[in-house]
């Protein structure tokens, strides 16, 4: 196995090499629940020697030192801190005596994704139950040592202590004695009133690292000997490589080869290009500037975004294809409503745009892959590799690499393809791959766009009788390419039969209607649900306007009347009271020029209301004054630090994405190369004060990455109404007029 020169998370193997040795420390272990592994309450039998087998989440060493393993990726939303914090509550542990290691891909860890905010609570009993075995352990051998009951002892800051005799002993001190123990079946939890250590502030464990730029992120890989790539790919999605200068490129500067990647018609898999090996990036790149490359751009050569919009305008003006869901005789409900209310919504592709672009090295020798990867999808990653190239599963090693930012993007894993298909041809050598800015623009798994056609009906006392959206979304033929016309399209976005006001209005319809197209697509912060929800909490606003009722008001009643399905209304509820009170509901106090909007939406467990307030001047510039933001996610925040960096980073990420964000498709390719004609949010954009509060129920403990995203955008647009009268319906928000006089 290579060894990069980065100081890499220690992998499964040396980690029972090192914690295996007689005496050299206390190691736990078990499988996470998984397809093919054992329930985690299922803690497997010690081994012969000093270790627990076959994977370890604890190690503790005699001199006190706590080893504790993260398995998820981390990629920015603070998981290498939260889980192992977890075990230490339960462990008993001083924080200042944990080190923090990252876990590589290993199927005995169970899951090890990072993505729908699923980390948490897929985890959350499972580290508590661990600590709490480690911790029983510890006591009983104290108790053995002392020749005391276990239940005269206590454990607390790394040692175990008997307050009878005043007698302590450190967790180093015992370690030698629980290798010897049993395992026992059955732990006692703490009481959540007796947590030290869950519901503090705890800084990230890779801060220090990060701020005095040590290596840490798959960029940073090194190995003895690598090359360097960069790959080709056509800019019309689908398109294949016709023919390339290759021998031109050959004999550049520093590069050792160029070839050909026949690729695959996947759209999110390997696609044909061009890869040129180089002994430097900056050899790779350069060669790259000289390459010439004849491509066939298939039948998707002429898609552009003008066109998709024409079309879903016809399409919109018609009933749906499909019918979704439906509740009641709409029809009848809206040509009997007092008033009603048409309005048509739509948003762009946007990227995800993550700093680190995608990169992986790989090293392919002796028939087996050794990846190290940013991938919030490891497993995927290796699944992906195993059937691409066709190699057993027990031949291809992921390692884990911090990530500059995952999003949903590095939920795909394309990228560690190319690498692995370059280290193929240059067998025995590693290569690291890396993207530039520009392929991280044009061959994203975007965000897709999408088009709303609404009309809602009130009665005379301003209640909504009827509500109807027709939902025209984009499709790819399964196939990857659409050239087998005989295949089913299938929408890259569909509508939620649990999406609110679904199930809360006698008379709705959701409809869906398809338009085919070739861009690649893949999940972005709470897909769906971040643009979802800027349609329907802004028809909302429309709506209680046109009734001439306060908005929370309104939206509370609408909270009422629910019809049946898994939305826990009472929940919800919760938290639009919370945030109205903490933000001071009262859009009236407001003077012309200046608003208040609410809205509130449910994703990923996570219940969540928000308040904006903005100024717009008169020539239209707008300025985000406040975000006020209420969340319910249960019973447990785990580490309140980095709970509120992942709501105050969602407002700042889905003002950005609201604000700016935007891709044009010309040609079946997108126009825009870089942040200079993709804007991202900037400091002076963000609000000037963002309040954060947490609303405790007695529900399972779940994440944040995704939940408080999409109210940010309607919250935004409401609060643009209140203060201007211009309402939003099309993102990005900078294409709005917004001068008042």
């Not at 002993?169 to 010897?180: D, I, N, R």
């Not at 390692?399 to 795909?412: A, E, N, V």
């Not at 033929?477 to 089913?488: E, I, Q």
């Not at 309104?554 to 945030?579: I, N």
Request: glycine share 10%.
């Amino acid at each position: 196995m290579s060894t990069p020169t980065l100081s890499r998370p220690i992998d499964r193997r040396d980690f029972l090499k090192l914690s295996g040795l007689a005496g050299g420390g206390l190691v736990l272990g078990f499988y996470l629940k998984s397809a093919g592994a054992s329930s985690a309450a299922d803690i497997v039998k010690p081994a012969a020697g000093s270790e627990f087998r076959p994977n370890a989440f604890i190690r503790i060493a005699p001199n006190g030192v706590v080893t504790l393993v993260s398995k998820q990726p981390e990629i920015g939303q603070g998981i290498k801190t939260s889980l192992p914090m977890i075990i230490a509550e339960e462990l008993e542990v001083s924080w200042k005596d944990v080190v923090v290691v990252q876990g590589d891909l290993d199927p005995a860890y169970g899951s090890q994704s990072a993505g729908g905010s699923r980390s948490t609570p897929t985890n959350y009993n499972d580290f508590h139950k661990l600590g709490a075995t480690a911790r029983t352990m510890l006591i009983d051998a104290a108790a053995q040592t002392w020749g005391v009951p276990a239940a005269e002892c206590t454990a607390a800051a790394t040692a175990v202590h008997h307050a009878a005799s005043n007698r302590t002993l450190s967790y180093g001190e015992l370690v030698a004695k629980a290798s010897t123990l049993p395992v026992p079946a059955t732990v006692k939890l703490k009481e959540p009133k007796d947590y030290k250590l869950l519901g503090t502030r705890i800084t990230g464990v890779d801060n220090p690292k990060i701020v005095t730029g040590q290596p840490l992120f798959g960029i940073d890989t090194r190995l003895p000997g690598m090359l360097y790539a960069v790959y080709e790919k056509c800019p019309v999605f689908g398109g294949k490589v016709v023919s390339a200068n290759l021998d031109t490129i050959k004999a550049l500067p520093g590069v050792k080869d160029a070839f050909i990647i026949e690729g695959t018609s996947n759209l999110t898999g390997l696609l044909p290009g061009v890869a040129i090996v180089a002994d430097s990036t900056w050899a790779a790149y350069s060669a790259r500037k000289q390459l010439k490359v004849t491509w066939d751009e298939g039948k998707f050569a002429n898609d552009s975004w003008d066109t998709f919009s024409t079309k879903a305008a016809e399409m919109g003006k018609n009933a749906g294809a499909t019918v979704i869901y439906k509740e009641g005789d709409v029809d009848a409900a809206l040509a009997g409503a007092a008033k009603t209310i048409e309005a048509a919504y739509s948003y762009p592709f946007i990227s995800h745009a993550s700093i680190e672009p995608q990169n992986c090295t790989a090293l392919f020798k002796d028939g087996a892959f050794e990846l190290w990867a940013p991938s919030q999808n490891p497993g995927g990653g290796q699944g992906a590799v195993v059937s691409q190239f066709g190699v057993p599963k027990e031949k291809v090693t992921v390692h884990l690499t911090r990530s500059g930012g995952g999003f949903g993007r590095r939920l795909s894993n394309d990228y560690i393809l190319e690498a692995a298909a370059i280290a193929q041809k240059v067998n025995g050598t590693p290569v690291k791959l890396t993207w530039s800015r520009e392929d991280d623009l044009h061959h994203d798994h975007f965000r897709p766009g999408g088009f709303h056609f609404l009309k809602g009906g009130l009665d005379a006392a301003g209640k909504v009788v009827g509500w109807k959206n027709h939902f025209v979304t984009f499709a790819t033929k399964a196939a990857g390419r659409g050239d087998d016309t005989a295949v089913t399209l299938r929408p890259v976005s569909g509508l939620d039969v649990e999406q609110f006001p679904a199930k809360f209005l006698a008379n709705y319809r959701g409809e869906q209607s398809l338009i085919e197209c070739n861009v690649p697509t893949g999940p972005w912060r709470a897909p769906n649900n971040n643009v979802f929800s800027f349609v329907m909490q802004s028809f909302i606003d429309e709506l209680a306007h046109a009734a001439g009722r306060d908005p929370v008001e309104f939206r509370l009643e609408l909270l009422s009347q629910k019809l049946g399905g898994a939305y826990d209304a009472k929940r919800m509820t919760g938290v639009v009271k919370l945030v109205a009170e903490k933000a001071g509901w009262n859009p009236k106090k407001f003077p012309r020029g200046q608003g208040q909007g609410i809205s509130f939406h449910f994703s990923h467990s996570g219940y969540i209301a928000q308040v904006a307030e903005v100024t717009i001047s008169q020539d239209g510039q707008l300025k985000v004054d406040r975000f006020v933001c209420a969340c319910d996610i249960g019973a447990q925040i785990v580490n309140l630090s980095g709970a509120e960096n992942q709501v105050q980073g969602s407002i700042v990420d889905g003002i950005g994405a609201a604000v700016f964000q935007e891709l044009t498709i010309e040609r079946g390719r997108m126009t825009q190369n870089n942040f200079n004609d993709y804007p991202m949010i900037r400091m002076p954009d963000a609000p000037a004060k963002i309040e954060v509060h947490f609303l405790t129920t007695n529900n399972p403990t779940t994440g944040l990455g995704e939940p408080c995203i999409p109210p940010v955008a309607p919250a935004l647009g409401n609060a643009i109404f209140a203060a201007c009268g211009k309402r939003v319906r099309q993102f990005p928000l900078s294409r709005a007029d917004l001068r008042w006089t």
